[in-house]
């Protein structure tokens, strides 16, 4: 069986990033969906996962989500990273989710809600995606230290939208079709 599951849906910065994960052998102790797990937890079941699992990565950049928006986004990622892991078109694919973003020729493919807490794969699934792209995130933070990516990984905190009222969105980092930033841009034309 293959996991699908995402992270970086609900951001209003950064890529989205989806991850197919296939298990070659047993899977580590202790998998459970990424949220529910702390930071070092995360990481910990990372290192083995990454040898435990074939996985492969669709990203899906912040001007494509600008001009693709969400759902076809999810498509797109959920695309990538299946094409990446060299997913068979019969092989069992289980999404975490309520809707299918699975492409249709893959016709073993299925969502459920909470499959990251449910099927270990998905669960792999969940945590390799969520350290990849915090990962990204941490170094993006060094690139613009002004944002603190480092700390809300893109989320729509208070403190991301205070940094953004005070310093703007960056051009190809947040995702400016999103309803925040049609708030902060009817605030600076006040």
Known sequence: MVGVDEVGRGCVAGPLLVVAA???????????????LTRLQREHIYIELVSACDWGQGWVKPAEINKLGLA???????????????ADLDEEVLMDGIVNYVPAKYKASRCEAKADQNYPIVSAASILAKVTRDNFMQELATRHPHYGFEKHVGYGTKEHYRLLQKYGPLKHTH?????PFKQIQAEASV
Request: cysteine-free.
């Open 22 to 36: 296939r298990a070659k052998g047993e899977l580590p102790n202790g998998l459970k969906d990424s949220k529910l």
């Open 72 to 86: 076809k986004s999810l498509k797109l990622a959920v695309k990538r990273a299946l094409d990446e892991l060299g």
């Open 175 to 179: 995702r400016t079709i999103f309803a």
